[in-house]
T-cell receptor, first 114, second 114 residues
Framework: AQSVTQLGSHVSVSEGALVLLRCNYS??????LFWYVQYPNQGLQLLLK??????LVKGINGFEAEFKKSETSFHLTKPSAHMSDAAEYFC????????????FGTGTRLLVSP | SQTIHQWPATLVQPVGSPLSLECTVE??????LYWYRQAAGRGLQLLFY??????ISSEVPQNLSASRPQDRQFILSSKKLLLSDSGFYLC?????????????FGPGTRLTVL
């Protein structure tokens, strides 16, 4: 069965600093990989996804993530944090075969200080 | 464009009372529909999904049930709520059967069982 581990339930950065949110997956076959963002009391919005091709994926709001098969990782980064980036971030995986069901990590809350 | 609605936005119910949460999607046909529950510190848990009218798959045993009476309507129900049913309930939709497809989330319903 697939699983997703997000290291750090909370990450704090200063405005303008690098953002790094970690995600590791456990799957016998490399899955499809997603990052979603959730603002308080709202639904989830897709930031980016990796399905095939280039392993460095660019998403919305200046975020990007790199799929590293050897490390079973899909870490999310942003060069310079903005106050508006404060939110909860979820990594998710989906198997390449069968019906699409997303398996989510437990989430990482990003705090951005001035 | 496609939109997804959930209501009510918030709900406070006593233990043992019934529950009905509704989700509707506009602007697409024959979507896959999903119900998730989000509890603090536990990420998103998939409760039910549906690939068509009357077709419901349950992911976890519990006192909740789901129904899909129309193509773009998904209902989450309970006959008797438990304290442990409290949480943030999210409905989502996608198209196709491939795992690479994005899921689109509604704004959520916050349920508090007292």
């Amino acid at each position: 069965a697939q699983s997703v581990t997000q290291l750090g339930s909370h990450v704090s950065v200063s405005e303008g600093a690098l953002v790094l949110l970690r995600c590791n997956y456990s799957s016998s076959v490399p899955p499809y990989l997603f990052w979603y963002v959730q603002y308080p009391n709202q639904g989830l919005q897709l930031l980016l996804k990796y399905t095939t091709g280039a392993t460095l994926v660019k998403g919305i709001n200046g975020f990007e993530a790199e799929f590293k098969k050897s490390e079973t990782s899909f870490h999310l980064t942003k060069p310079s944090a903005h106050m508006s980036d404060a939110a909860e971030y979820f990594c998710a995986v989906s198997e390449k075969t069968g019906f699409q069901k997303l398996v989510f990590g437990t989430g990482t809350r990003l705090l951005v200080s001035p | 464009s496609q939109t997804i609605h959930q209501w009510p936005a918030t709900l406070v119910q006593p233990v043992g009372s019934p529950l009905s949460l509704e989700c509707t999607v506009e602007g697409t046909s024959n979507p896959n529909l999903y119900w998730y529950r989000q509890a603090a510190g536990r990420g998103l848990q998939l409760l039910f999904y549906s690939v068509g009218i009357g077709q419901i798959s349950s992911e976890v045993p519990q006192n909740l049930s789901a129904s899909r009476p129309q193509d773009r309507q998904f209902i989450l129900s309970s006959k008797k709520l438990l304290l442990s049913d409290s949480g943030f309930y999210l409905c989502a939709w996608s198209v196709g059967s491939g795992g690479r497809n994005e899921q689109f989330f509604g704004p959520g319903t916050r349920l508090t069982v007292l």
